[in-house]
DNA sequence: ATAGGGTTAG
């Protein structure tokens, strides 16, 4: 039962022949470079083109050029782009656009072909004069003898042509496509499949989701490798439908899909449980984290790490640090990494517990759990936030004597903190000492900089200079960093008239 | 192939 009628497939079973029509193809001189094919590749083509050049071709010719072109997929289709961009000729016959698609999909270029396709839909039937059945009759046909290869190849361009219609948001058309896919028994790949579970989220069709996944399990239409279904669960993790990916797993898990080289099974569930923390599904994370560790997989410690960082993003820093702890307890295991670490450090800043952050850090050091810069960041953060400035600098000379090299953020981080305690020139001495480093202050370093000269009644204009002189433009945020400096400094009516003149 | 974190805005 079709809701509206979109002539896509409708007689694609109908596999008409049609004779080429003896319309000429002017082809142009290859001067006029085409922007979709990159430098080098052109050149390189260069000399095939020279076959054709300014050659008046009719249809077979065409044909017959293409037959030539098979081992270069990128010559296909700037040739096919040279035929349509000819302003005035005849756009190249369904045979020409068939050649290049099967030499595109030979090639495997599925995006390419996707990108000519969008192309196509953009023209319109009567643009292209042809129909995408049409089309998919042409790519057939050619495969006639070989039943195998024609789905093979058909289940493939329909899939590409699905993309092509999500791509140009035309859902209802990747849907209504999708379903004739199925109909035909051809089988449309992981990304189409992507597209459409989207498309019918996005129609707020849970239902539709449901029982296309209902159908993909089911015994009797269950004839995927399991490629198909890992390449599926990363594209729906990609796109944010993570749940969908979560509820395909567990019966794949149970029929025993995933096991081709037996990591499988714990790659899908380390995406899936990824792709919930990224979209902020933590207590969906954490049952399928709970669901991993039941199937006897032990789970890669970034997972709960990702988990953790979940949980702090939300502010829920008790939260994360009894989620690591308690798994830290039943893992029996040292599983506190540098990204562990610093996200435990960060909850306890974040709480405003800065010297219990740093009791946490010589802890750790102490337990010789490797700590990096980003462990150290924090470290000297709490450091900062105490007052305690000078440690912070002896700490920072430490970690560089570990071998650990300080990024632009831990040398922003201490210029902060100098500036804080009003002591611009050693800020300005680790500007210098970034420079000779070969580290260069960023955006941030300066704000951080010019803000802190400021609200110490220091003259910034040396700043703002050496900002020019570095070609680091000033932002907003630098403006605002100002204004909020003179304020701190009492002086009120600069303030105002930066401010004033900023509007302007 | 699973890959993740820290600095401005007081």
Redesign the pocket.
């Known amino acids: 039962m079709r809701l509206f009628p979109i002539p896509l497939l409708s007689h694609v079973r109908g596999l008409v022949r049609r004779a080429p029509s003896p319309r000429m193809y002017a082809v142009p001189a290859l001067a006029c470079t085409n922007s979709t094919i990159s430098h080098s590749e052109e050149q390189t083509k260069e000399g095939n083109f020279e076959v054709v050049k300014s050659l008046e071709l009719n249809e077979v010719g065409v044909l017959r050029v293409l037959t030539t072109m098979r081992d270069d997929p990128y010559l296909a289709l700037s040739f096919l782009k040279r035929i349509e961009g000819n302003e005035g000729a005849s756009l190249p016959s369904v045979s020409a656009y068939a050649a290049v698609v099967r030499i595109v999909c030979s090639w495997s270029l599925d995006e390419k072909l996707s990108c000519l396709f969008v192309g196509l839909i953009r023209k319109g039937d009567q643009g292209r004069g042809f129909s995408f059945a049409d089309l998919l009759n042409a790519v057939g046909e050619a495969e006639e003898g070989d039943e195998k290869l024609a789905f093979l190849l058909l289940s493939r361009v329909s899939s590409a042509l699905v993309k092509a219609y999500a791509e140009i948001e035309m859902f209802e058309e990747a849907v209504y496509l999708f379903r004739e896919i199925e109909e035909l028994r051809w089988d449309a790949d992981a990304g189409a499949y992507v597209v459409v579970v989207q498309a019918l989220r996005r129609k707020g069709d849970s239902e539709g989701v449901e029982k296309l996944l209902s159908k993909l399990l089911s015994l009797e239409t269950r004839r995927r490798h399991c490629f198909f279904y890992m390449d599926f669960i990363?594209g729906l993790c990609v796109n944010e439908m993570s749940l969908e990916a979560y509820t395909l797993l567990r019966p794949l898990r149970d029929a025993d899909i995933l096991v081709v080289d037996g990591?499988d099974l714990?790659?899908a569930y380390?995406?899936v449980i990824?792709g919930l923390c990224n979209e902020m599904k933590l207590e969906e994370a954490e049952s399928a984290l709970l669901d991993m560790e039941g199937c006897g997989i032990d789970p890669?410690?970034?997972?709960y790490?990702?988990v953790m960082?979940g949980h702090r993003k939300n502010m829920s820093f008790s939260k994360a640090l009894r989620f690591i702890v308690d798994k830290g307890a039943k893992q029996g295991k040292r599983i506190i990494?540098?990204?562990?670490?610093?996200?435990i450090l960060?909850c306890c800043c974040q709480m405003g517990k800065f010297s219990e952050a740093f009791d946490q850090f010589v802890e750790f050091r102490n337990r010789n759990i490797p700590l990096?810069?980003?462990?150290y960041?924090?470290a000297f953060?709490a450091l900062i936030k105490l007052g305690r400035v000078d440690e912070a600098i002896k700490l920072f000379r430490g970690m560089i004597c570990e071998g650990i090299a300080?990024?632009?953020?831990?040398y922003?981080?201490l210029i902060?903190g100098c500036c804080?305690q009003g002591r611009c020139s050693e800020a300005i001495d680790l500007v210098m000492e970034m420079e000779a480093k070969g580290r260069p202050p960023?955006?941030?370093?300066f704000?951080?900089l010019v803000?802190g000269f400021v609200r110490n009644a220091q003259n910034a204009s040396g700043i703002l200079k050496l900002m020019e002189e570095r070609g680091v433009k000033p932002t907003s945020?630098?403006h605002?960093?100002v204004i909020?400096g003179l304020i701190?400094a009492g002086k009120i009516d600069e303030a105002e008239a930066l401010y004033q003149s900023l509007d302007e």
């Open positions: 990363e990591s714990a790659v380390s995406r990824r890669d410690v970034s997972l790490s990702a960082e990494n540098p990204v562990i670490a610093s996200s960060q990096d810069r980003f462990c960041n924090v953060e300080p990024d632009v953020v831990n922003t981080t902060g804080q960023d955006i941030v370093t704000n951080v803000g945020v630098t605002k960093m909020q701190v």
